[in-house]
């Protein structure tokens, strides 16, 4: 998995003719070497990028994401529990579940550097209403770059699929979601889950599984607005992520037709 973005910025956000170099900028340029200063903007990191093959990243990642919601309703637990508590723990642990998909998926991906808007899109956008996707959801190469990191400490893991299933159970069932009716039965299904990954993790035992949860934390503290960005918007444009995952869960057995479809070319 690699970010392919070309670093050279032919005009970068530090530096403008009508502005001096930002304070922050002209400190770091003083530690750089003579004659180097220029040849790496400190802020590409910030740039906007997107899938460099959107059309076999999203097509594989929606197959994880199917696989994803099919492991949550085949769970019997989670069946039982109120229909409003379903839904807020999966709009609470979707990202994470499916980041763990693409790991296990063995899933890469690459992204190149984001086409700049053209005159006419900035204008009509300048006009747009409240509540509409607001600027700078696009992601970045520094946010995509974090999300790899993740991904790759997952990798270096090594986990079996019956380590997978329970670190699943684990994810899914997580007590301190807002709003739930159930919390208490919530919590006793996540410790059930964490005694049955710490028990398969033999004889490794507590030092794999404090390796374990705390990788899944990074997962967890992964932005959704990051994860549908990359990989959904290409497919769902504005379209409502949390209704579709609702719809999933509850109504459309058969997805992935509809919206999703057709792929970009």
């Given at each position: 998995?690699?970010?392919?973005?070309?670093?050279?910025?032919?005009?970068?956000?530090?530096?403008?003719?009508?502005?001096?170099?930002?304070?922050?900028?002209?400190?770091?340029?003083?530690?750089?070497?003579?004659?180097?200063?220029?040849?790496?903007?400190?802020?590409?990191?910030?740039?906007?990028?997107?899938?460099?093959?959107?059309?076999?990243?999203?097509?594989?990642?929606?197959?994880?994401?199917?696989?994803?919601?099919?492991?949550?309703?085949?769970?019997?637990?989670?069946?039982?529990?109120?229909r409003e508590d379903q839904l807020l723990l999966l709009h609470g642990c979707w990202v994470p579940l499916f980041l763990l998909g693409l790991v296990q998926g063995m899933v890469t991906f690459e992204v190149t550097e984001a086409p700049a808007p053209s005159m006419l899109k900035k204008i009509l956008l300048s006009g747009q209403s409240k509540g509409q996707e607001p600027?700078?959801?696009?992601?970045?190469?520094?946010?995509?770059?974090?999300?790899?990191?993740?991904?790759?400490?997952?990798?270096?893991?090594?986990?079996?699929?019956?380590?997978?299933?329970?670190?699943?159970?684990?994810?899914?069932?997580?007590?301190?979601?807002?709003?739930?009716?159930?919390?208490?039965?919530?919590g006793s299904l996540q410790r059930e889950a964490q005694r049955a990954l710490r028990e398969q993790l033999q004889p490794e035992g507590q030092r794999r599984f404090s390796r374990i949860l705390r990788a899944s934390s990074a997962l967890r503290a992964v932005p959704a607005a990051l994860v549908t960005g990359?990989?959904?918007?290409?497919?769902?444009?504005?379209?409502?992520?949390?209704?579709?995952?609702?719809?999933?869960l509850f109504e459309v057995p058969g997805w992935p037709q509809g919206p999703w479809l057709p792929l970009p070319r």
């Open positions: 998995m690699s970010t392919s973005v070309d670093t050279e910025c032919e005009r970068c956000r530090c530096h403008s003719r009508d502005k001096p170099p930002a304070i922050l900028y002209t400190l770091l340029s003083q530690e750089l070497q003579p004659g180097r200063a220029r040849q790496r903007c400190l802020c590409h990191q910030r740039r906007a990028v997107c899938l460099a093959a959107p059309h076999l990243t999203c097509r594989a990642a929606s197959d994880v994401l199917l696989k994803t919601i099919s492991f949550v309703r085949n769970v019997a637990a989670f069946q039982l529990l109120p600027e700078g959801t696009q992601p970045t190469l520094a946010a995509v770059q974090r999300l790899q990191w993740c991904l790759n400490s997952f990798w270096r893991l090594d986990l079996s699929p019956n380590e997978y299933t329970y670190l699943r159970g684990a994810i899914l069932f997580s007590p301190d979601t807002p709003g739930l009716r159930a919390p208490l039965y919530i990359l990989f959904f918007r290409p497919l769902i444009g504005d379209a409502d992520m949390g209704e579709l995952l609702a719809e999933m």
